[in-house]
């Protein structure tokens, strides 16, 4: 329980905002982009995301992760190292993760959430 209480509150810390996603003309490819804010005070090294994609009845249909901020090679130019405490990831103009297997029954309806942190190992989380 104690752990869990733990988590919980390390992802309360986290504040993703401003999203928008849209669905490229005439494909299946959907591009997500949005803010993340570090409201904890330690670095985040790695957060791993999940997108769901809901249908019309509000089921999600389809479900993709992405790391918007990883410390090893990963292969999408928006991805940084890390981010400080209290700083700001924003992601370049007009950038966007892209998914290219978002299938045709998604009705433009989503969630994103914290799947998963890992933190650098100073500093005191309050």
Not at 28 to 38: A, D, H, L, M, S
Not at 46 to 52: G, H, V
Request: aromatic share 16%; proline share 2%.
């Amino acid at each position: 329980k104690k752990v869990a209480e733990i988590w919980l509150k390390l992802f309360k810390k986290i504040e993703i905002y401003d999203t928008k996603i849209i669905r490229f003309e005439d494909t299946r490819t959907v591009g997500v982009r949005f803010k993340i804010k570090n409201k904890g005070s330690r670095n985040i090294i790695l957060m791993r995301l999940m997108i769901e994609y809901k249908n019309n009845k509000g089921n999600t249909i389809y479900e993709n992760v992405i790391y918007p901020i990883c410390s090893f090679d990963y292969y999408d130019y928006n991805v940084v190292e890390q981010l400080k405490e209290n700083y700001i990831y924003q992601m370049p103009e007009e950038a966007y993760f892209k998914d290219h297997k978002v299938p045709t029954e998604w009705n433009g309806d989503y969630k994103i959430s914290v799947e998963d942190i890992s933190l650098t190992n100073y500093g005191i989380e309050n």
